[in-house]
């Protein structure tokens, strides 16, 4: 049988470097899920929609200032081409029409932060193009001019869009139907319940003169259960008291 669902889950890539995907995700769990067909990927190079003999997709800052800024007609060409919109050049053999209707993602730090939830709406969006930036990032008249959301890693600068697409990518795939091992991986570890996950301890019992919490011996799920819960409000509570506040206010003021 295969696991293989009807639709896959859709990633477009638009980058300079092509040749970076699937890299990491073409191994592990991701890697047999692709093959498989549970998701599936085209990495399409922005390079292909220049159109002058040189194949610039960059130019100097209007302004002046260091560094390059990728041209709004060349992105826009690679993103009409896979969006199935007005292809204004290049290669337009990547349309597909489900494309529309997902998120169309450019990766920059002024973006909204990546995080669990983010995850999930790309998940449930059935798949998502994502655009990778190189040099000092694209002209702002592309993000005004395209249903773009700008979506962050985190508060430091990356030389490229390409490892945040992978990151996301991945967080998104292992999600996906039959990708892990355990359904409840998905359910019982880290923000699944906007909290940080619970000490996990495995063999061997004694180490380096180090034992385990007697309760995680005991055979007795509930108070297994009940630890567990206690322990990642108390990680969670210490480590982020941002998170710690939204949990405590959806519970309805409640906590420890
Ligand atoms: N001049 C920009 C940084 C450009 S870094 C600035 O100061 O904001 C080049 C590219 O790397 C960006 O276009 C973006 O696609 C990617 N990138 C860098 N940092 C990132 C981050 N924290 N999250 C997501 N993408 C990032």
Same mark, same amino acid.
């Not at 200032?65 to 199935?84: E, F, H, N, W, Y």
């Not at 019992?205 to 009940?226: N, T, Y």
């Not at 509570?237 to 519970?251: T, V």
């Given at each position: 049988m295969s696991k293989a669902p009807a639709r896959p889950w859709t990633a477009r890539v638009l980058t300079l470097?092509?040749?970076? #995907?699937?890299?990491?995700?073409?191994?592990?769990l991701a890697g047999r899920a692709l093959a498989d067909g549970v998701w599936s990927l085209t990495a399409v190079d922005i390079?292909? #929609?220049?159109?002058?003999k040189h194949r610039t997709v960059d130019d100097t800052p209007f302004g002046g200032g260091p560094g390059m800024v990728m041209r709004p007609d060349v992105l826009a060409a690679a993103i009409d081409s896979v969006m199935g919109g007005d292809v204004t050049g290049g290669d337009a053999g990547h349309a597909d029409p489900a494309a529309r209707t997902q998120p169309l993602v450019y990766f920059s730090p002024r973006g909204r932060r990546l995080d669990q939830a983010l995850v999930h709406e790309v998940k449930a969006a059935g798949g998502a193009t994502l655009i990778c930036g190189r040099f000092e990032g694209v002209d702002e008249r592309l993000l005004e001019a395209r249903p773009v959301v700008e979506v962050s890693l985190g508060d430091f600068v990356l030389s490229g869009g390409e490892i945040a697409a992978l990151a996301l990518l991945d967080a998104v795939v292992r999600l996906?139907?039959?990708?892990?091992?355990?359904?409840?991986s998905g359910t019982e570890e880290s923000f699944a319940e906007g909290l940080l996950e619970y000490p996990q301890y495995t063999r061997p019992q004694i180490w380096e003169g180090r034992g385990v919490p007697d309760v995680l011996l005991s055979g007795h799920h509930e108070k297994i259960a009940a630890w567990r819960r206690a322990m990642a409000e108390k990680v969670t509570a210490e480590r982020r008291p941002d998170l710690w506040e939204q949990y405590r206010r959806r519970k309805g003021g409640g906590g420890t």
């Amino acid at each position: 049988m295969s696991k293989a669902p009807a639709r896959p889950w859709t990633a477009r890539v638009l980058t300079l470097y092509p040749a970076m #995907f699937p890299g990491p995700l073409g191994q592990s769990l991701a890697g047999r899920a692709l093959a498989d067909g549970v998701w599936s990927l085209t990495a399409v190079d922005i390079r292909d #929609f220049a159109r002058d003999k040189h194949r610039t997709v960059d130019d100097t800052p209007f302004g002046g200032g260091p560094g390059m800024v990728m041209r709004p007609d060349v992105l826009a060409a690679a993103i009409d081409s896979v969006m199935g919109g007005d292809v204004t050049g290049g290669d337009a053999g990547h349309a597909d029409p489900a494309a529309r209707t997902q998120p169309l993602v450019y990766f920059s730090p002024r973006g909204r932060r990546l995080d669990q939830a983010l995850v999930h709406e790309v998940k449930a969006a059935g798949g998502a193009t994502l655009i990778c930036g190189r040099f000092e990032g694209v002209d702002e008249r592309l993000l005004e001019a395209r249903p773009v959301v700008e979506v962050s890693l985190g508060d430091f600068v990356l030389s490229g869009g390409e490892i945040a697409a992978l990151a996301l990518l991945d967080a998104v795939v292992r999600l996906l139907p039959g990708v892990m091992g355990a359904e409840e991986s998905g359910t019982e570890e880290s923000f699944a319940e906007g909290l940080l996950e619970y000490p996990q301890y495995t063999r061997p019992q004694i180490w380096e003169g180090r034992g385990v919490p007697d309760v995680l011996l005991s055979g007795h799920h509930e108070k297994i259960a009940a630890w567990r819960r206690a322990m990642a409000e108390k990680v969670t509570a210490e480590r982020r008291p941002d998170l710690w506040e939204q949990y405590r206010r959806r519970k309805g003021g409640g906590g420890t």
